[in-house]
């Protein structure tokens, strides 16, 4: 009869631990708990104290030591009237429950009602040395009592503290801190859902649910806020657990002032610290503390400067520095603006009867935001106000805004100042030292089609004071280098550029006079990121662009091999010979032929600087309903069937994109098939072709394959037909995987 088989569950399991068995550690032989997982601890060897004072009437003292480590407390016995007394105790606490940045041992004096404070030592985790065994013990020290103030008092405690592993010769003897239940949810029977919320101002994130469903939850988690000096809100974090659908319980809260707090200029981590929950609780209708000591929390926090905090777009930045001052490079020149006028503006609102305009302009560069004084009721405003800005980088841009304002005399206070026009100005794209007087056409994207609303003249000099550095420049990375050690992904830079917005908008309401929150959404184009049809035709016709020299040279290379101007053929036939015959001079022709088309397009160059495109935008081409829904606010507020309409409209174009995409995917995967023996006869054929190919290249001079492979490309008509190519009808009939989607 045959043996049924072992359940599994009852089955003998083979297990990879983590331990060092017979290895070899540097030049240690790990031969002491070598069968186990190594643990490491904290040892606190107390050995005695000397010239303790008394505390007592009778002049001598009740001396113990307290140990504490966060949570953790351990007591050594107390000696009765003994000023000198020696314990000899050691202490271990265990590492994965440390919940302290500093150890104290405190000396005080056993009596009936309370024990009175003797003195104390402290240490810094971190200070804290490592012992491995064999390496001799560590030898004990004396240290000199403090008070709680850090005031030297009389007496003196000999210590020896060290980090170990349960190798250590003092593990078996030594005192264990027990584990200790920090979280203290409610329900007790259910495992808890533990999250961190943090809130910074009007910022507010969280972690995920950890993982670790206990008491003592893990989360590794990165959140990262926008803050602006002074600091003048505290960071707040509550550890809340998720006892139901919509409903959290906070298990402590945690006030954590950021000027204590410390800064990082490099990627190099911060240390770690604890800090201390206090659970909250409403008492009489009033908010009061229930205990003083709800739990602690490992935080590694930081002023981060070596990040570039981008308050608009990154296509059109006018800074790109870091954000500590102390990784600032010198500057490599100077911008000047002059505001000069304003000519042709339109009437924006209407005041007794008749319309009128109270225009000023709005500048930023950089940190820098300059505002002209408004000129009233004027529909040709003149300013003539300059403005001057030190530049660090010449691959940045200057935005240039005019308004109306809405406020004057008074006026509406619930009133927004609307917008005439904006410029923007690449100073990548001035000359050194030239001044540019030009009138830019303010235009403005309307429900109703693109508008010209006026024009400003300005006046823009870039003054360079090193050519080599800002040349140098160049050649130095966009960003500060933190974001390329560690990146940030596109959400965190999306959230951190939405929240420096709205720090950037609230200081500037508060100036004065005030910049309106509209007019710092307009001027650091804060929907930009938003859907638009408008926009995205135009990229694709951008794209079309950039695509059409390929396009051009593919154009003119079929002329070539379909002799269309035989003359130019045959000088091709000869050029290619050349470069198969003298392969040195491969790289020097393409770039030679670039430095031509360079010098040659220097006849066509720009002469003025680059101002808004309405063909390049589509913004006079865009269908009125396209605009509308460019313009509808988010969420939308259209009625349910024009919703209903443009969904389809949406759904129609996102199943072209998702043909093109799948029809890429294919040719892909068929290049995959080649060597995937998902279709064996083709598989066959491709790798004989591959084994013959190899022996045949190996026997003949590559330039002569290259040269016969050119003149077959380059073959007269005369010698094609119209049909598609052997390689090319072997590579269409290989497998996709598209026959395997639902």
Sequence with gaps: MQKPPQSTDFALKETSPNIGAGSITG?????????????????????????????DVSGSCDPYVEVKLGNYKGVTKHFEKKSNPEWNQVFAFSKDRIQASILEAVVKDKDFVVDDFMG???????????????????APQWYRLDDRKGVRVRGELMLAVWMGTQADEAFPDAWHSDAATDLLPTDKSRYPEVFVKVVYGNQALRTRISQSKSINPMWNEDLMFVAAEPFEEPLFLTVEDRVGSGKDEVLGKCVIALQNVQRRLDHKPVNTRWFNLEKHAIVDGEQKKEIKFASRIHLRVCLDGGYHVLDESTHYSSD???????????????????????VGLMPMKAKDSRGTTDAYCVAKYGQKWVRTRTIVDSFTPKWNEQYTWEVFDPCTVISIGVFDNGHIHGGDKGG?????????????????????????????????????????????RFTCSSLVNMLHMYSHP???????????????????????MQIVSMRLNRAEPPLRKEVVEYMLDVDSHMWSMRRSKANFFRIMGVLSGVIAVGKWLDQICNW?????????????????????????TIFLYLFLIGIWNFRWRRRHPPHMDTRLSHADAAHPDERDEEFDTFPTSRPSDIVRMRYDRLRSIAGRVQTVVGDMATQGERFQSLLSWRDPR??????????????????TPFQVVSLLTGIYVLRHPRFRHKLPSAPLNFFRRLPARSDSML
Aim: glycine content about 4%; some cysteine.
């Design 682 to 699: 083709a598989t066959t054929l491709f790798v004989t072709f591959c084994l013959i190919a190899a022996i045949v290249l190996y026997v």
């Design 478 to 500: 966009l960003l500060p280098k933190m974001h390329y050690i560690h990146p940030l992904s596109v959400i965190q830079l999306d959230s951190l550029r939405h929240q420096a």
């Design 320 to 342: 790109l520095r870091p954000t500590a001052k102390q990784l600032w490079k010198p500057s490599i020149g100077i911008l000047e603006l002059g505001v000069i006028s304003a």
């Design 120 to 138: 104390r030592v402290i240490f810094e985790l971190n200070d804290i040395p490592k012992r491995i065994p064999p390496d001799s013990p560590l």
């Design 564 to 588: 269309k101007n035989p003359l130019t053929t045959i000088l091709i036939h000869v050029l290619f010979i050349i470069l198969v015959l003298y392969p040195e001079l491969i790289l020097p």
């Design 416 to 460: 927004k100042d609307s917008r005439i026009g904006k410029v923007r100005i690449r100073l990548s794209t001035l000359e050194a030292d030239r001044v540019y007087t030009h009138s830019y056409p303010l235009l403005v994207l309307h429900p109703s089609g693109v508008k010209k609303m006026g024009e400003i003249q300005l006046a823009v």
């Design 27 to 55: 030049d240690k032989l790990s031969c002491t708990y070598d069968l186990v997982e190594q643990m490491q601890y904290l040892y606190v060897r107390v050995v005695k104290a000397k010239d303790l004072p008394g505390k």
